[in-house]
């Protein structure tokens, strides 16, 4: 009873996860740090904005609801006892003071203390929802349908897969193409130790990276789709269930690339990214995934170990076209700032993630059989 009472949920990296997204957020684009002479909790003492719009309100409700509903969420199925609307509440508000009050030190961010009493009533008005929907039975239904679907150490890979689609939404060179960083790192760190000794210790390539062959994207997009449907064959419990994911994970990377292109060109461009390499490696991964459905869960990690570190070799070792450039500009300079950022990172980090996670999963010992 203790080690049920004690489960791990896939709510708790989620809570982590959101934590650092409004960290993001709140203290983007992290420039011209200063100490402006006022101390970082006057705010709290000023009186109500008079320029504030519905919009205003919204986001910062909504920005904040999820977090106190995973953080309830996550008390509730590992510490039932405790009271979690309150500590999540708490929690937030813990949080939002503390974000708010490090914008005192970034010229470009004001803090408010309405931002923050909105901040702390969203994530209670989440913490509410999820203690509503455990009143009503929701939370129960959920785990019964956890445990016949999903091993019991599921938490970290459904946590990543819930991730997965938001990762996504940020435009990449290759369709499916998460983890692209090496150029740009190598650029960041050259504007960084530009004028220093140091800049003299970065290697110097002896030929300019070139643009992916055909034969390489097509591999590129079809491991890209492959990675987080053995992500999900690693947890789930029968074949059935294998196919009902793939099923999902095809779809949710359609529809999310195609809301990222959206996004980036609109409406009538929706589909524009589906070339015939595109295709080819669409139909590749499907295959692949029917036919990898028999497999194991220990051969699902090492293949999709194999995959993640040859895709990422593969896109590593590319460079980005300038049309790709043009899109960066279209996010980076438009109305998309801030989100760019968030799925910005969330598409850099995704594929780190995912390839920690199967290093600790292939160093642990195999688990029995529970069916």
Same mark, same amino acid.
């Given at each position: &009873? +203790? ?24 203290? *983007?684009?992290?420039?011209? !740090? ?8 006057? *705010? ?19 920005? *904040? ?14 510490? +039932?006892? !405790? ?15 503390? /974000? $708010?009050s490090l914008q005192m030190f970034l010229p470009a961010r004001v803090p408010s203390n309405l931002d923050a009493a909105?901040?702390?009533?969203? @994530? ?8 509503? /929907? $455990? ?5 129960? +239904? ?13 938490? %970290? ?11 996504? #939404? ?6 499916? %193409? ?19 000794? /140091?800049?003299d210790w970065l290697p110097l390539r002896e030929v300019e990276l070139q643009p992916l062959l055909p034969v390489s994207? &097509? ?5 890209? =789709? ?9 947890? =789930? ?51 692949? /995934? @029917? ?18 570190? !040859? ?11 300038? *049309? ?7 996010? $980076? ?14 598409? !850099? ?14 160093? #642990? ?7």
């Amino acid at each position: &009873m +203790r080690t049920k009472h004690l489960r791990k949920t896939a709510a708790w990296p989620l809570v982590w996860i959101y934590a650092v997204l409004i960290f993001y957020a709140s203290l *983007y684009p992290f420039e011209n !740090w200063r100490f402006q002479g006022i101390a970082p909790w006057l *705010y709290l003492t000023q009186g109500l904005s008079r320029y504030w719009t519905w919009f205003d309100v919204l986001s910062n409700v909504l920005g *904040y609801s999820p977090f106190g509903f995973l953080l309830a969420l996550a008390l509730h199925r590992t510490r +039932r006892h !405790w009271p979690a609307v309150a500590l999540a509440s708490s929690a937030a508000a813990l949080l939002s003071l503390g /974000m $708010e009050s490090l914008q005192m030190f970034l010229p470009a961010r004001v803090p408010s203390n309405l931002d923050a009493a909105l901040n702390i009533l969203g @994530a209670f008005l989440g913490a509410v929802t999820a203690r509503v /929907m $455990e009143r009503v039975g929701l939370i129960a +239904r959920w785990s019964r349908f956890r445990e016949r679907w999903f091993v019991p150490d599921a938490s %970290g890979a459904l946590a990543l897969l819930a991730v997965w689609p938001l990762a996504l #939404l940020f435009p990449a060179p290759v369709t499916f %193409g998460l983890g692209q960083v090496l150029e740009r790192v190598e650029l960041a760190l050259a504007n960084l130790l530009e004028g220093s000794p /140091m800049l003299d210790w970065l290697p110097l390539r002896e030929v300019e990276l070139q643009p992916l062959l055909p034969v390489s994207e &097509m591999l590129s997009v079809a491991m890209g =789709l492959l990675l987080p449907c053995l992500l999900a064959y690693g947890v =789930l419990r029968q074949w059935r269930q294998r196919l009902i994911a793939a099923v999902l994970v095809v779809f949710l990377g359609l529809m999310a690339s195609a809301l990222s292109a959206a996004l980036t060109y609109g409406p009538t461009h929706v589909w524009d990214w589906v070339s015939p390499i595109v295709l080819m490696g669409l139909l590749l991964a499907i295959v692949a /995934m @029917a036919l990898l459905s028999f497999s194991s869960e220990r051969v699902c990690w090492v293949l999709a170990l194999v995959a993640l570190v !040859w895709q990422l070799s593969l896109l590593n070792n590319a460079s980005a076209d300038a *049309y790709f450039a043009l899109t960066l500009q279209t996010w $980076e300079q438009g109305r998309f700032i801030r989100f760019h950022g968030l799925s910005q990172w969330l598409g !850099w980090l995704w594929p780190y993630a995912l390839l920690l996670y199967l290093i600790n999963r292939l160093s #642990l010992p195999s688990p029995t059989n529970e069916r």
